[in-house]
Nanobody
Framework: QVQLVESGGGLVQAGGSLRLSCAPS????????MGWFRQAPGKEREFVAG???????YYGDSVKGRFTISRDNAKNTMYLQMNSLKPEDTAVYYC????????????????????WGQGTQVTVSS
């Protein structure tokens, strides 16, 4: 079954903005770190952004200064605000929930996440 659901993907021109949302279906959302990954055709899955259960954020080098990850525990929703989009940002974006509860460190690798969404396509035209 789908454990997380992403939304907000679409087609945008270079320099534009897009906000992705992620709605986990599991319980105890607030006790897990969350993350965003992306995968372009023929490429490895790439870490985009992460947020710990305590709210600490961290980013992949390619998106630093342009993307912002956030979470609203009251709404049980996680977001990725994407600004200054580039064609290189074109990919399928995946929402993921970390495997460990109450972990305050960073999680950069896919195997550190146990639940995934189906992915949402982001296409940036130039």
């Amino acid at each position: 079954q789908v454990q997380l659901v992403e939304s907000g993907g679409g087609l945008v021109q270079a320099g534009g903005s897009l906000r992705l949302s992620c709605a986990p279906s599991g319980r105890t959302f607030s006790s897990y770190g969350m993350g965003w990954f992306r995968q372009a055709p023929g490429k490895e899955r790439e870490f985009v952004a992460g947020i710990s259960w305590t709210g600490d954020t961290y980013y992949g080098d390619s998106v630093k200064g342009r993307f912002t990850i956030s979470r609203d525990n009251a709404k049980n929703t996680m977001y990725l605000q994407m600004n200054s989009l580039k064609p290189e940002d074109t990919a399928v974006y995946y929402c993921a929930r970390a495997a460990r509860q109450y972990y305050s460190g960073t999680s950069y690798l896919p195997h550190e996440y146990a639940a995934w969404g189906q992915g949402t396509q982001v296409t940036v035209s130039s």
